[in-house]
């Protein structure tokens, strides 16, 4: 696979996100046996950049990442976070805790669950607006200072705040949710970046944070690539079971879905030009924002990883590009 770079180290051009083996989606098909043989192929196909977090399952997903690394953990640029906290399993209720008690407590909870001793990229998964960004920050900096982490990053940002940081230490990757259906980092409209289901903060847009990586030399992390699935043109009704987070998602109701699947037509029509897939093209979308940019997609089946990694190869024209700039707004928010 091609590789890009994330602080100086080469890592697959393509990532892969773990969350969906834990909790969100499809949870009936949760299988950990054959998450961890996934993570381990992932690795054997050149996708090396990992990304977990505490709340995925309430810690599930960190151990399920550790087990799937034993033994190779050399091979793997490792990330999570730290930030948010699961109330209730059972509702999927999380809440903000940017204490910097919080900050260091979660991350010795993460190295123990990841078999590790050091975390590559440790991100704030959501700023506490009842906590200054400076004590959270500087309580992340002083992990880095005692080796316990390499890098920090900060999720679902605005440019202002991850300038704020910086000023305190280097950002090194910030990650939000961009897709050709959703790009508010470019300063597009497109919904409310740094929003949670249920939160009502939201305000102003968040400005061009994928520029903002670019000037600052921070990598730039797209979240759900495929808009959840549904850029890859398999989710053509919203039919979802009751622990599928998108049967609650603005964009996934009936109408709305309907109305959607004219943003996948024209992914389908570049696809077919290149004889690629459209999971192949969303993905190659967002490579095409920038040499910094690293989209973690999400799987836990087999066939999508190798789908997914082969996004790294294609080469989308100006033209192809022009095109898929051009798709019609998205129906319904982001949650």
């Known amino acids: 696979m091609r590789t890009r770079e994330f602080a100086g180290t080469p890592v697959g051009a393509v990532g892969l996100g773990c969350m969906g083996m834990s ?16 993570i381990r192929e992932a690795l054997d196909l050149g996708v090396t950049f990992l990304d977990t977090a505490q709340p995925y399952g309430d810690g599930h997903n960190e151990a399920l990442v550790g087990r799937a690394l034993g033994g190779r953990r050399d091979e793997a640029v490792v990330a999570t976070k730290t930030g948010l906290v699961v109330d209730s399993l059972t ?9 910097p008690e919080h900050a260091k407590a979660s991350a010795e909870d993460s190295l ?28 992340m900096a002083e992990l880095v200072a005692e080796g316990k982490v390499r890098r920090l990053g900060l999720s679902e940002v605005g440019a202002a705040q991850a300038a704020e940081a910086h000023a305190i230490h280097p950002v090194a990757a910030v990650q939000s949710e961009l897709s050709l259906w959703t790009r508010d980092p470019l300063g597009a409209p497109g919904g409310l970046a740094g929003t949670l289901p249920g939160d009502a903060s939201g305000g102003e847009g968040p400005g061009d944070v994928v520029g903002w990586c670019a000037a600052n030399g921070a990598a730039f992390v797209p979240f759900s690539p495929l808009g959840r699935g549904f850029l890859t043109g398999t989710v053509t009704s919203a039919d979802f079971e009751d622990t599928d987070f998108r049967g609650g998602n603005p964009r996934f109701q009936r109408e709305a879905l309907k109305a959607n699947l004219r943003i996948v037509d024209v992914v389908k029509a570049v696809a077919e030009r290149h004889g690629a897939t459209p999971a192949q093209v969303a993905i ?14 999400g799987t836990k089946k087999r066939r999508y990883l190798h789908d997914n990694a082969g996004a790294a190869a294609l080469d989308l024209t100006e033209a192809d590009l022009a095109e898929l700039d051009g798709v019609p707004a998205p129906v319904g928010g982001r949650y």
Not at 24 to 37: F, G, I, L
Not at 114 to 138: N, Q
């Open 23 to 38: 909790w969100a989606y499809t949870e009936s098909e949760r299988d950990d046996e054959a998450s961890v043989a996934l």
């Open 284 to 297: 190659a979308w967002t490579l095409a924002q920038g040499e910094h940019v690293i989209p973690i997609p």
């Open 112 to 139: 123990r669950r990841l078999g590790t001793d050091v975390i590559d990229l440790y991100y704030l998964h959501r700023v506490d607006p009842d906590v200054p960004l400076a004590d959270t920050w500087g309580a």
């Open 91 to 99: 509702t999927r209720r999380i809440v903000r805790r940017g204490t």
